[in-house]
C-alpha cells in the first residue's frame, strides 16, 4: 500500500490542515466537532454559514482538497462543513469563499459575477453557492470537454445549473443565480443571460464577453486546491489517543481495534466514513472512539473481475457514479452499458453533489440496514443481485446483499467491506417459444418532491429483467422486482409480481394481474404518510416499466408482434414513450427567462438597475451577520427548551439522562425576570406576548427554559436531553382546531379600525343570481418562511445597567421595548442593532423579539453577554408561520358566469397570541376583492387555539385572499361548464367598481392598469395560442397533462411613517441611517441612489458619482428612534421617503453656501463645498420622520401571470413549462432590485402553491421541522421558461418618486401556477372519467395531485384495453 510519498505512512500526533492558505494545528479536540463549527469559532472564516446542519442547503459548503499519493494529484471536491469531522480532514486544505477572493485581495470572478448578475439578495446562501460553482468550475478543467474559448470554462451550461441543485435559496427565485453560473459555460449564449450590470442591451456577443469580469481558469484557479507543501502531500494518517480518532490501515488493525479490552468493556465506538448520516439521524451520543475507515486499501477499492465490480464501502457514492460511467463507457455489452449507465444516473439524484462527495456507499447501505433508512442504492443492489461481504465478530463473510438486509441489524462493531455488483446475466435456453436475443435490462424510477434538489422519495423501484421479443410478443424470462423508501424497515422484492411475471408473454391481462399482485407486495407501515399514493406510485412504475419493454421489443430487442393484447399495449406504450421525453429529462434544468424593463432616468440615479449594496462581500462571505460577530469574552450561548406537549402544568426540568450534559451553567425560566420586570418576549401593535410558559405550557413549543451553556452545540445538546416534568390534571383539552374553538369561543379580538368593510348588498346580489352555489368548503394549511438564518442574537450586558442586543429583527424598535420591559429597565438602557438580516420575509418580527429578549433577559441575570443561533428544528418548531384557514362560502352568479354575491366564513387559525394576526383579515380581504363580486359579505373569526402564534409571512393573508377568489371563480366556471378565463374577465372590475370595492386607495381612474396589464400579457405569452396547443397536446397525451391560466392579483399596500438620518463627512462621504432594516430587499441600494438624486439638486461639481460616496449603515435604536417595522412591500419607498426629506434640509442648508462660492469662483466641487460648509460650521447632519399624507398611506398594486404546467398522470409530479409575468413597479426605483424581488417572491409562492407543508402532529407539534421534510423550491422546480416584464405606468403623484411596491404582491401570482395544474387535472379526470369539479389542496403535491388524477388511473386504464379487446 502506497501511503506517502516517499512510501512511507506518516501516523500523525497532530491534526494540522490548511484554510485558505493558513496552516492550523489542532493539539486537542473532542472528535465530534464538525468542520463548520471550528470555522466559525475558531478562525477568521465566517463565510460558511450554518442554515440547517443536516446536508440540507448548502450554505456551509467549502472546498476540501488533498493530494493522492498514490495518483500523484490533488482532488478537490466540495462538501457540507456541517456535517465533516474535523478530525477526518486531517492534511487536507480547505478553501472557503473569502479564500477564493475578498475585498483586501480583490474578489474572485465569480464573486463579481454573482454581485453583477443581481445573484445575492439576503447574501446567506451566496458564498456556498460561489463553493458549489467553484468547484464545478475547478472540475471541468479536468474535464475531456473541448478546450473553452478565452474567458470561459470547459463547463457545459447544463453542469452549470446541477452544480447548484442542491443548495438552497430562498430570496433569488434561483434564476439570476443560474444565470451568474452559466456565465461561464464555454457552450453559453450570452444572449440567454439574464439583466445584468455588465453589458447593456443591443451590445454586440463578443462585447458582451469581454465586459465580463475576467476569468481564466489558470489564473482564477485557487492556490489553496494545489496542495503542494509535502506536508499536505503525504498521507497523513491521524490515529491518536488525544482525539479519540483512529485510522486503521489494514483490516487485521481494524480487527484488532474493534476487539480490544476497551471496547470489549463496553466502550461507546463509531465507525464513521463521511459522517452524512449524521445529518438524519443527528447522533447526540458522545463516543469514546471514533474509527475512521478510509484508509483501509479493501475499503476504498474498485476491483473488476469476470464476474462483475467489487466497490469498497467506503468509496465515496461520487467515486461509485464516475467508476460506473467510465465501465459502461469502456465496456462492450449493451446489457451492461444500460445497467451501469441507469445505476449511476439513479445515484446522481441521491442527495447533493457536495453530499455525494463525502457520503459512502457503505455508510448508505448500513444505515439503511441497520436504521431502516430509505435508501436508494439499497433498492438498486437489491434488483441487481448484489451480494456484500462483512467483517464481524465470526470473521469475513460474504453474503448476498438481500439476506444482508434481513438479517438482525448489524452491530456497532461490525464492518461492511465491499458492495459486488455482477455483470447482468441473460438466459441462454431457446426455449419452446422460439426466444430470440435475450436481453438483460435494467430500469430505475423515484419519485421526490423536489427531481434533482435534494429529496428523499415517496418511492423507489429497480427492475432487472431478462426478456426478449418473440413471434408472440414479449417475453419475460426473469424478473427482479424491488421497491423501496415507501415505510417499510428496508427496500424489498415484489416476488409474488417477479413469479407471476417469470415466462410469461407480456399482454394486457398479464399487466393487468401484475399491478394487482404489485399493490398487495407494496405495502407501507402504519404511520407511514400518503400509503395510497405510495402503493399507486408501484403501479405506475411497474406500468411504465412493462410498457416500455414492449415499445424497446422493436427497437432494442429486435422481433415482431402478432399478439393483438401485445399490439394494445405496444400502443399504450406509444401514448406513453412520445409524452415521455418528460420536460425534466432535457439537457438543461432551464431553458430561457427574459426580463423586461425599462430604465426610468427622470431621478437619476433612482431608477437605475444598480446591483445590490455589499454583493460582493455577501459572496466572498464578508458581510457580517449576527452570528459572525465574534464573540466577547466569556460569553455564553443559549437556546430554548420548548413543550412538547400543548397544555401541560410544568413541575421542572431536569437533565435525566446520564452522562449530564456537559458546559451548561444555567437554565433561565420566567422565574429569573427581575423584580419590576415582566414577562415579555415580544411586542406589536396589538399587544406584548409572554416569553416563558409561566406555570402552564399554552401550546406546543411554548418555552419552557433558555438553557445557556459554554458553546452553541452544548446548549442544544441540553435542551434536546432536557426533560421536563408535568401534569395536566384540573387543566381543559387544549383547542387544536377552529372548530373547538368557535365550540368554546375562544377567539382574538382586532381592533374595530382594522376590520374590513363588507360591499354592497348580498341578499339583494343572491336574490339576482341564476344560480347558487352553497356551502362549499376550503381549507388551507400554513408556510414557514424558512429563511436561511435562523432567529439569532447576542445580549452584551454594559455598564450602569444598559444593554446591547444585535438582532437579526424586522422590528428593531419594539424588540427594544419588549426587552426593557422584560428587564423593567428604562429604554434609554437599551440599545439594538441590526446590520443585515439573512432573510426575514414576515418571519423576523415577534419570534425574533422572543430569542433576543431571553438573551438579554439571560445576559442581564448572569451579567456575561449571552447569545443564541437557533438550530432549524427548534426555529421550525417555534415560528408559527402563516395562517391557516378554513373558508366556507355561497356565491351566485349569472348564466354568463357573472357573479352576483359572495359570502364567506372564514375560521383563521391565529395560535395562542395575538401577534400580528388582526391585520389577516384585513389583508385577506383586500385581496379578496381583487374581483367584482357584485356585493361581499363575511364572518371573519380569529381563532384563539393552543398552537403556535400565527405571525407574518411574505404577503399574509393575501395570498390566502387570492387563492380563495380563484377557488370561487374555477368553482363557478366549472358549475357552468365555461372557460375559467372568460369567468374571470367577467368578473374583472371596471374602475367604478374598483372605487365601489376600495374607496381608499383605488387613486387615479389612470393609475388602474390591470386591464392593460392582462392585454400585454395575453400578447407576450401568446396566451390564446398556447391554450389551443394545450388542449391539442392534452388530446393526443395520455399520460401527461397540460393546463394553462391566466391570473390578475389587485394588491392593496399601506406606507409607515419612517425615519431617516443623513450626515455628511468631512471628506464628502455620507452616511444614511434609516428605519427600515435591509434583509436581501434591496433597501440600502434603493436608499443610497435616492439619496444620491436628492442632493445632486445642490447643482455642483463632482456629483456624477456621488451614489459611490453613500454608505447606508446598521439600525440603531438610539441613534435613529422610531424606527418602526420593516413589512408590507413598503419600507423601502418609505425609507426613501425620509431620506429625501432629510436630504432636503442639507440641500437648503448648502444651497446659499454653493452659490457663494460659484460666484466667487465660477465652479466649486462636492469635496471643496463639503470642506468649506464644515469650516463654516453648517450643520452637516439631518433627520427627518416621514408621515405619508392620507392620499399616499394605502394604493393598490396590479400584476398578471400567466403558467402552464404538464402533470404527470402517472406519478402526479408537476413540471411548470412556463411563466410570464408582467407588474405594475410604477417608475421602478431600481429595476434589477425590483426584478429579483418579483421572481424571488414567485418562486417563495410556489412553494406555498406546490411543494411545502408545514406539519403539526395530534397535539400541534411541529413534525416537518427539517430540511428532510420541509421542501422549498430548488432549481429544479421553478419554470423552466421565466418571462417578467416590469410594466413602467409612468407617473404617480402619490407615490414616493413615482415608484410601486414590488417586495410581496408577486408572490400571489404563483396562485396561476396553483391554477393552472388544477387545470391539468380537469383534463385528466375528464380523460378517466372522473367529475370536473373538485378542489385542489394547497400545496398541491404529488400525492395531491396524484389522488385527484386517480390512484387507479393504471387499472382503469387496462380495463378499458382489455374490454376493446
Ligand atoms: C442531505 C442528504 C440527503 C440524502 N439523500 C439521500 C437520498 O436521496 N437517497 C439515499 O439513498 N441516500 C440519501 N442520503 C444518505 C447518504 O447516502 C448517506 O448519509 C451516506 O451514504 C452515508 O455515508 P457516510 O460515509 O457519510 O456514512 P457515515 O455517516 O460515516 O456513517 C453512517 C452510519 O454507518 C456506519 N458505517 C459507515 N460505514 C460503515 C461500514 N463500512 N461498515 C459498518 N458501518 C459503517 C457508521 O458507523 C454510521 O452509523 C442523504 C444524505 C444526506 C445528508
Ligand atoms: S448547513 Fe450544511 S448543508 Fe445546510
Ligand atoms: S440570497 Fe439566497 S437565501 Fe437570501
Known sequence: MELAENGAPIIAGLLVFEVNGERFEVPEIDPSTTLLEFLRTKTRFRSVKLGCGEGGCGACVVLLSKYDPKLKRTESFTVSSCLTLLCSINGCSVTTSEGLGNIKDGFHPIHLRFAGFHASQCGFCTPGMCMSLFSALANSEKSDHLQAPPGFSKLTISEAERAISGNLCRCTGYRPIADACKSFAADVDLEDLGTNTFWRRGDAKGIRASKLPTYNPIDHACSYTDVTKSELKSKRILNFEQYSWHTPLTIDELQSLLCSDMVRNGAMIKLVVGNTGDGYYKDAKKYDKYVDL????????????????????????????????????????????????????HMEKIASIFIRNSASIGGNLVMAQRKHFPSDIATLLLAVDSSVSILSGHGQEKISFEEFLYRSPLDPKDVLLTVHIPFPKSSEVQNSVGQQHPRVLLESYRAAPRPLGNSLPYLNAAFLVDACCNESGVLVNRVRLAFGAYGTKHASRATNVEEYLAGKVLSVEVLDKAVKLVKEAIVPEDGTSYPAYRKSLAVSFLFSFLTNLINDCSDVIGGSKNDPNGKLLENAAKVYDKIMPSPIKGPTLLSSAKQIMETNRDYNPVGEPMPKFGAPIQASGEAVYVDDIPSPPNCLHGTLICSSKPLVRVKGISFKSKPEPTGVVDIITANDIPKGGENVGGMAHFGSEPLFADEVTRFAGDFIGFVTADTQKHANLAARMASVDYDTEGLDPPILT?????????????????LPSMVGDFSNGMANADHKILSAEIKLGSQYCFYMETQTALAIPDEDNTMVVYSSVQWPEFLHRSIAKCLGIPEHNVRVITRRIGGGFGGKLLRAMTVATACALAAHKLRRPVRCYLDRKTDMIIAGGRHPMKIKYDVGFKSDGKITALHLDILINAGITVDISPFIPFT???????????????????????????????APGDVQGTYVAEVVIEHVASFLSLDVDSVRNINLHTYESLSFFYPHSSGDPVEYTLPLILDKIAESSSYTERVARVELFNKSNFWHKRGISRVPIVYQVSVNATPGKVSILWDGSIVVEVGGTEMGQGLWTKVRQTTAYTLTSIQCDGMDDLVEKVRVVQSDTLSIVQGGVTSGSTTSESSCAAVRLSCNILVERLVPLVKELQEKTGSVTWDDLILQAQNRSINLAAHAYYVPESSSSEYLNYGAAVSEVEVNVLTGQTTILRTDIVYDCGKSMNPAVDMGQIEGAFVQGIGFFMLEEYLDNSEGLTITDSTWTYKIPTLDTIPKQFNVELLNSGHHKDRVLSSKACGEPPLVLAVSVHCATRAAICSARKQSNIPSTFLLDVPATMPVVKQLCGLDTVEKYLQSLSSSS
Open 738 to 754: 377552529v372548530e373547538e374553538a368557535v365550540e368554546r369561543s375562544s377567539f382574538l379580538e382586532a381592533p374595530s379600525f382594522m
Open 924 to 954: 385577506m380581504v383586500a385581496a379578496l376583492k381583487k374581483y367584482n363580486w357584485g356585493a361581499l359579505s363575511f364572518n371573519i373569526k380569529l381563532c384563539k387555539t393552543n398552537h403556535s402564534s400565527k405571525s407574518a409571512v411574505r
Open 294 to 345: 478510509r484508509s483501509i486499501p479493501e475499503l476504498s477499492m474498485v476491483r473488476r473481475d469476470e464476474q462483475g465490480i467489487e466497490f469498497g464501502a467506503a468509496l465515496p457514492i461520487s467515486k461509485v457514479i464516475l467508476y460506473l460511467k467510465l465501465e459502461s463507457k469502456t465496456n462492450t455489452s449493451s446489457d451492461r452499458k444500460v445497467l451501469f449507465t441507469r445505476i449511476a444516473e
